[in-house]
């Protein structure tokens, strides 16, 4: 009967810790997919849109297809996280380059932040 006890209470510890990290670890993510809209709102909108879409007058005064500034593109939804963050950091042709300009932490939350709009917008 005790060892039983015992079990049970060292599953409810486990289940118990296991419940604290998640609550910290979706703190955490909600804390940098905020940070990571603010940062894409402020640097980002300009040519790619609220919504990652684009924004076709900018597309016009860039001299590029509108379809290249569209995250939400199959092609852009498919790269890598670490593609999407080196284009980030590296640039892309025209798209500024933010190497030195924003943290790597900011970078990886301007990523986070453009995939959740890429999953929100996905067709089934």
Not at 48 to 56: I, W
């Amino acid at each position: 009967m005790k060892n039983h006890l015992r079990e049970q209470a060292g599953f409810a510890a486990i289940f118990f810790s296991l419940a604290l990290f998640l609550l910290a670890f979706s703190v955490a993510r909600s804390e940098d997919l905020a940070a990571g809209k603010k940062i894409f709102e402020g640097k980002c909108a300009q040519c790619h849109g609220k919504d990652a879409k684009g924004v076709v007058k900018m597309a016009k005064v860039l001299k590029v297809e509108p379809v290249l500034i569209d995250l939400t593109r199959d092609e852009a939804v498919k790269l890598s996280n670490a593609d999407k963050v080196k284009t980030v950091t590296e640039g892309n042709k025209k798209m500024t380059k933010y190497k030195g300009k924003l943290t790597d932490e900011q970078i990886g939350q301007v990523v986070q932040y453009l995939e959740s709009l890429q999953g929100a917008g996905k067709k089934n």
